[in-house]
């Protein structure tokens, strides 16, 4: 696709007062098909258009250009600059992508499947699923808690640390407690993890941490890979992988009873519309 200069569309834009209706008419037919302008030659432009060749000449020298192969250059340079730009981007994405899917497929590798499936078996069970976040990782708690609640189960979310003690420190052995954090350092999260347990409430913790110390509440931990192993993980971002767990914990959760879940689904949808 040829896509017009900023710089010729903008100096049709000054001259555009100046212009006779011939001229009009031909900057009226650049600036729609650009692609005619670049590909053919002077005659066969003045042929495809209906006017003469001077009238091209005179036009292309109002706008400032020597005649009408500078106008040309000038839209297949702009071409070329374009194609440039976008094959750069598309390589910085690409690499973007690659980095993503490496981050991914690094955890599907080192992940341990029997106690994903336990998990996903305890929301399915529980008579309560707390879900806990600060920060960046308390958005992915409350985008948890948002779809489990439309599969109709019993969710508290919070991402407040005030709150997330007092709803930790009345926690139940039925419940199941759920916590996102990148680091695993966070005062409040080990501090929930410590009340849920000494209320026998099943704990989970999601993180990037392999420290021990950091576990010793947790029933179950799933340790995701550190963006800070791939080469562009200044630009990715932690939330991805949360919100992959949080999507194969859901799938599998639904597996076990899908026709309870699509029946709560469609109760939300019915309050909804």
Request: aromatic share 8%; with cysteine.
């Amino acid at each position: 696709m040829t896509i017009l200069s900023s710089e010729l569309r903008e100096r049709i834009k000054l001259q555009r007062e100046n212009f006779t209706q011939v001229e009009q008419y031909l900057a009226e037919a650049i600036i729609a098909r650009p692609e005619v302008l670049q590909a053919q030659s002077i005659d066969q432009l003045a042929h495809e258009l209906n006017t003469s060749k001077s009238s091209i000449s005179r036009f292309a020298r109002k706008l400032g250009y020597s005649g009408f192969i500078e106008l040309k250059h000038t839209i297949s340079s702009s071409e070329k600059h374009q194609k440039n730009h976008h094959n750069n981007l598309i390589a910085q994405y690409s690499l973007l992508i690659g980095d993503y899917t490496k981050l991914l497929n690094q955890f599907i590798a080192n992940c341990n499947f029997d106690d994903i499936l336990a998990i996903a078996k305890l929301m399915h069970t529980s008579q309560r699923v707390l879900i806990f976040g600060l920060g960046n990782s308390g958005s992915v708690a409350a985008d948890f808690a948002s779809r489990l609640k439309y599969s109709g189960l019993a969710v508290a979310t919070i991402s407040e640390s005030h709150g997330i003690r007092i709803e930790a420190r009345h926690s139940r052995p039925n419940d199941l407690m759920i916590c996102f954090s990148r680091s695993g350092t966070s005062r409040c999260i080990r501090d929930a993890l410590r009340f849920g347990r000494e209320n026998g409430t099943t704990t989970v913790l999601i993180t990037t941490s392999n420290d021990y110390t950091v576990t010793t509440n947790c029933d179950y931990t799933i340790v995701l890979p550190k963006k800070e192993d791939f080469i562009a993980y200044k630009l990715l971002s932690h939330q991805i992988p949360q919100l992959f767990i949080a999507d194969v914990l859901y799938t599998e959760m639904m597996k076990l009873d899908p026709k309870k879940y699509q029946l709560a689904l469609e109760k939300t949808s019915g309050v909804l519309t």
